[in-house]
């Protein structure tokens, strides 16, 4: 089993910066693709970016060269640098953990990663 929880979100204005953390218990820092995903009110779930054990990263078209994925192995946590915000990154941002071993990690699976955190608010202003 394994745990993974979220922080860091807030509410900024456009232009602005967060940076989201999420820690990792049990199995699932060791997981193949640690991912960022965001729901904003009324739309469907959608990736943000994607890291791989072999440290390749994917982004969603969106926020390529804003968004940053990184993670930190001493302290379990994984990372989303967010920068030069938009209104359209408001939602509901998770981290989530899928997949042992090598392969490829899909920004957004079409199965559901097994393991999810609680989600943490990010709110833009204009």
């Known amino acids: 089993q394994g745990q993974l929880v979220e922080s860091g979100g807030g509410s900024v204005q456009a232009g602005g910066s967060l940076r989201l953390s999420c820690e990792a218990s049990?199995?699932?820092?060791?997981?193949?693709?640690m991912h960022w995903f965001r729901q904003a009110p009324g739309k469907e779930r959608e990736g943000v970016a994607v890291?791989?054990?072999?440290?390749?990263?994917t982004y969603a078209d969106s926020v390529k060269g804003r968004f940053t994925i990184s993670k930190d192995n001493a302290k379990n946590t994984l990372y989303l640098e967010m920068n030069s915000m938009k209104p359209e990154d408001t939602g509901m941002y998770y981290c989530?953990?899928?997949?042992?071993?090598?392969?490829?990690?899909?920004?957004?699976?079409?199965?559901?990663?097994?393991?999810w955190g609680q989600g943490t608010q990010v709110s833009v202003s204009s």
């Open positions: 049990g199995y699932t820092y060791y997981s193949r693709c």
């Open positions: 890291i791989n054990t072999d440290g390749s990263t």
């Open positions: 989530a953990a899928a997949g042992l071993g090598r392969g490829y990690c899909y920004l957004n699976p079409s199965v559901s990663p097994r393991y």
